[in-house]
């Protein structure tokens, strides 16, 4: 529907008003909701949003204001063509999903591979763009319909350049930009965004505890990042370094990590160090069944005593970690996603270590804190990352 395309275009150079239509109109194509659940996602006043919703109503933009009995309802956007895209760029993997954002969130067409970008961008872009045109043409619409783009990748990015911070850590070089290449690609103003970040912003979009104000996303994958959420903000840092708890040091005179310095949380419960710990284990016979996470996982879940052991040790290691963050910032909720969680080991070992070094009362039964899996699985990076993208049109220098 070409209305709301000419909604966005025609806003450059806008008063304040108008300005908060467009933070509403957002809102809701992130995800339908009360006029209360945008008002609180926004941070605007419910007068305020109720009175972006009249307006936007009568210009045929969104609907379902009132329900049939008069009571407040979801707010969602009329039919549109216009698609939304979120693309999780990892080490061994990508994932895209795309919707169309008159639908509702879980309406998701998917994409996945498992190349990734270790062998480097300039390889892994190809590849990133056939997923990203089969999820759009999945939905029925096609590239010249994508109106915003938001990516996730699991290395630190700064916020006031939306560029790697320096120095680029490998796979990615100087010079990369996703953001920039994809975005040119598609015609959008494209958004990027560290992985654990996005975690966090989907768990708090679409969860079932959307409504938490304080909450830590953890990634257990290839690498380990967390991405922490204060009052609806995401905590990012100076130089979008903040939540970096895989590169936070275990072992002081430990293995050299990838970033230069030794003994960082990532050595030691990362994707490379398990797989070599099994591996160390096997000297004798199997060895070479364990090369990847993956192989690992699938054999603890099929209960191969040394891949369990592996896997709720790291469990612990991480517990203890997550109980300094809990001490420090008290969450109301710290959600475990990323590839290990696979393994409801790994779960397991994080409660044991948490329950014996955080304070009683920030993580006790009766304190209102949870720990807990994603609900949005393998998805939750892409997911927050067309959050990303959609909220990365606020600024009406954004083309479309």
């Known amino acids: 529907m070409a209305g709301i395309r000419d909604f966005f275009n025609g806003l450059a150079g806008s008063p304040k008003r108008n300005e908060n239509r467009r933070k509403v109109l957002l809102a ?6 009360t006029q209360v ?26 609907t379902g204001a009132r329900t049939d009995g008069g009571r407040a309802g979801r707010v969602c956007l009329v039919p549109t063509d216009l698609v939304g895209v979120g693309v999780h760029v990892g080490f061994n993997h990508v994932t895209v999903v795309a919707r169309r954002l008159d639908k509702d969130y879980e309406t998701v067409s998917v994409r996945a591979n498992s190349e990734g970008v270790s062998r480097g961008w300039n390889r892994a872009r190809p590849a990133v763009q056939d997923l990203i045109g089969e999820a759009v043409r999945d939905t029925g619409c096609t590239l010249s319909d994508v109106f915003s783009l938001g990516i996730a990748v699991p290395r630190m990015i700064d916020p006031r350049t939306n560029e790697f911070t320096r120095p680029v850590l490998h796979p990615w070089r100087h010079g990369d930009d996703p953001a920039r290449d994809l975005g040119e690609w598609l015609g959008v103003h494209a958004v990027i965004d560290n992985d654990a970040n996005l975690g966090a912003l989907a768990e708090q979009t679409y969860s079932r505890r959307e409504h938490a104000e304080t909450v830590i996303y953890v990634k257990a994958s290839t690498g380990v990042g ?13 130089g979008g370094m903040a939540g970096e ?20 949380l990532e050595t030691v419960i990362g994707a490379e160090a398990l797989v070599q710990r099994v591996r160390q284990a096997r000297t004798r016979t199997g060895a070479a069944d364990f090369e990847h996470l993956e192989d690992v996982i699938r054999a603890a879940r099929e209960q191969d005593p040394v891949c369990m052991r592996v ?20 969450p109301d909720v710290v ?4 590839q290990l969680t696979e393994c409801h080991l790994l779960l397991e070992g994080c409660k044991e270590s948490l329950h014996r070094f955080a304070l009683p009362g920030a993580v006790a039964e009766d304190s209102g804190s949870v720990l807990e899996l994603s609900e949005l699985g393998t998805r939750a990076e892409a997911q927050g990352a067309l959050v990303l993208g959609l909220r990365g049109q606020e600024s009406p220098k954004s083309t479309v």
Request: net charge positive; with cysteine.
């Open 311 to 330: 896997i709720k040790d790291a469990g612990r290691t991480l517990g203890s970690f997550l109980a300094q963050l809990c001490n420090l910032i008290n």
């Open 226 to 238: 967390a991405g922490i959420i204060i009052h609806n903000n995401l905590l990012r840092g100076r």
């Open 28 to 33: 809701i194509a992130i995800k339908a909701d």
């Open 37 to 62: 659940g945008i008002a609180r996602r926004t941070v605007l006043s419910q007068a305020t949003v109720s009175t972006a919703v009249r307006e936007l109503e009568g210009e045929g933009l969104v």
């Open 245 to 264: 708890i895989g590169h936070l040091t275990l072992e002081p005179d430990g293995v050299m990590c990838q970033c230069g310095g030794r003994g960082c």
């Open 335 to 338: 959600v475990v996603g990323g």
